[in-house]
């Protein structure tokens, strides 16, 4: 059994262009598919937040037409519900990236509000690159990865191929024209290797021990990615 860490959006919204504070958070299958997934392989899953908040759960994620009918939806509104460590994270800023085997980040827009400027986030995911350890991202999780260019130095994750929410997924969700910056523009300019695969299907890009998926559908081969890699 190996430990791994679920770093977690401790943001509630999301603020627009306009100023706008949208409802947001973490999106619920990217957390419950890598979390069934890790548990059901004997894995522990701890989860923490930017100052160890409770995270929210973005309501959208839990539409009925985004998770199969509302049969579905329920089921993974009970399951994340019934997840103690959600309900208990650890402060992001007092991991100890040696007491876990891997780290995975899920998505929804909640870390471009807060991981994508968040200090103790970067340097965590630029010491899991250099460690070795399995490092999964799903998403909007790679907003995260804006975190890692510190103190006018490149990104350690330039030149990598990642993946995350693309614009087209961005602009037929109807985010793209009222939000502050697209991600994938963003990561562009932060000099990874983007990979777009077709919207909305899932699509996983390896490059050493990063591991990245484009979307929410990507969240469980990813999560399978990672239990692969761990062996």
Same mark, same amino acid.
């Given at each position: 059994?190996?430990?791994i860490?679920? @770093? @977690?959006?401790?943001?509630?919204v999301?603020?627009?262009a306009d ?5 947001s958070g ?9 979390y069934?997934?890790f548990?059901?392989a004997?894995?522990?899953v @701890?989860?923490?937040t930017?100052g160890?908040? @409770?995270?929210t759960m973005?309501p959208?994620?839990?539409a009925p037409?985004?998770?199969g009918?509302q049969?579905?939806?329920d ?5 994340l ?7 208990h994270?650890?402060?992001?800023e ?6 876990y085997?891997?780290v %995975? ?6 870390p ?10 970067g340097?965590?995911?630029?010491a899991?690159l250099a460690?070795?350890?399995?490092l ?6 790679p907003?995260?990865?804006l975190a ?7 990104s350690p %994750?330039?030149?990598r191929?990642v993946?995350?929410?693309t ?6 969700s109807? %985010?793209a024209d ?6 994938q523009?963003?990561?562009?300019a ?5 990979q777009?695969g ?5 699509y ?7 591991h990245?998926g484009q ?17």
């Amino acid at each position: 059994m190996a430990k791994i860490l679920l @770093v @977690v959006t401790g943001s509630a919204v999301w603020t627009l262009a306009d100023g706008t504070a949208h409802p947001s958070g973490y999106w619920a299958e990217e957390v419950a598919a890598p979390y069934e997934a890790f548990t059901a392989a004997g894995h522990d899953v @701890v989860v923490a937040t930017p100052g160890g908040v @409770v995270p929210t759960m973005d309501p959208a994620s839990l539409a009925p037409e985004l998770n199969g009918g509302q049969e579905n939806a329920d089921a993974i509104a009970a399951a994340l519900d019934g997840v103690t460590a959600l309900k208990h994270p650890l402060a992001l800023e007092d991991v100890r990236l040696d007491d876990y085997a891997a780290v %995975f980040y899920p998505g929804g827009h909640g870390p471009m509000e807060d991981l994508a400027v968040n200090a103790a986030s970067g340097d965590l995911l630029n010491a899991a690159l250099a460690s070795g350890r399995p490092l999964g991202i799903v998403c909007h999780g790679p907003a995260a990865l804006l975190a890692t260019a510190r103190d006018g130095a490149d990104s350690p %994750f330039a030149g990598r191929r990642v993946t995350a929410f693309t614009n087209v997924e961005e602009t037929q969700s109807g %985010f793209a024209d009222r939000a502050p910056w697209l991600l994938q523009d963003r990561l562009v300019a932060l000099g990874v290797d983007f990979q777009e695969g077709e919207a909305w299907a899932p699509y996983v890009v390896t490059d050493g021990n990063l591991h990245t998926g484009q979307n929410p559908a990507s969240a469980a081969p990813l999560a399978a990615e990672i239990v692969k890699a761990l062996g």
